[in-house]
């Protein structure tokens, strides 16, 4: 299972989608096998199609929705995350978080906000979760913070 989900929450979770199919009568039926596809699917499959449309959302919010269109079809059909999303490994989350961090960065510099810069928090913390790697979108928020505050640090 990935770092980030419970094997016991999704042992369960399996278990009570599938189990008023007749397929089994108690937990200890169970086999690893049951959790591949569900695995792959809630680690791999969702994340790196929710990925997809969050490209495309940053891509029309940055430069236009003929961009937007483009960057989403290369998003969907770029190898690597194709073949991330075939897997249970943390990338695709990565994938989907850190454009939603930007993005949400994005209405933080237009809006303002604590609501916002709360949200951006917890989009940070979650793709930092995903993988170590994505700790480093917190750099681009503190480059908003600067870039939309720079008349109170130019004064101090």
């Given at each position: 299972?990935?770092?980030?989900?419970?094997?016991?929450?999704s042992?369960?979770?399996?278990?009570?989608?599938?189990?008023?199919?007749?397929?089994?009568?108690?937990?200890?039926?169970?086999?690893?096998?049951?959790?591949?596809?569900?695995?792959?699917?809630?680690?791999?499959?969702?994340?790196?199609?929710l990925?997809?449309?969050?490209?495309?959302?940053?891509?029309?919010?940055?430069?236009?929705?003929?961009?937007?269109?483009?960057?989403?079809?290369?998003?969907?059909?770029?190898?690597?995350?194709?073949?991330?999303?075939?897997?249970?490994?943390?990338?695709?989350?990565?994938?989907?978080?850190?454009?939603?961090?930007?993005l949400?960065?994005?209405?933080?510099?237009?809006?303002?906000?604590?609501?916002?810069?709360?949200?951006?928090?917890?989009?940070?913390?979650?793709?930092?979760?995903?993988?170590?790697?994505?700790?480093?979108?917190?750099?681009?928020?503190?480059?908003?913070?600067?870039?939309?505050?720079?008349?109170?640090?130019?004064?101090?």
């Amino acid at each position: 299972m990935a770092k980030w989900v419970n094997a016991k929450h999704s042992h369960l979770i399996v278990f009570v989608t599938q189990v008023y199919s007749g397929r089994w009568h108690s937990v200890q039926e169970l086999v690893e096998e049951d959790f591949l596809y569900w695995g792959r699917f809630g680690a791999g499959v969702v994340p790196g199609t929710l990925a997809v449309l969050v490209t495309f959302f940053l891509g029309r919010r940055l430069f236009g929705s003929g961009v937007g269109l483009m960057a989403a079809a290369l998003m969907a059909v770029f190898p690597g995350a194709v073949e991330w999303s075939q897997y249970k490994k943390p990338d695709p989350l990565l994938a989907l978080m850190a454009p939603f961090s930007i993005l949400l960065i994005l209405y933080y510099m237009d809006y303002g906000g604590k609501t916002l810069a709360f949200l951006c928090g917890i989009a940070f913390g979650v793709t930092a979760a995903a993988k170590y790697n994505g700790a480093f979108v917190v750099l681009t928020f503190l480059l908003a913070v600067v870039l939309t505050h720079r008349s109170r640090f130019l004064k101090a």
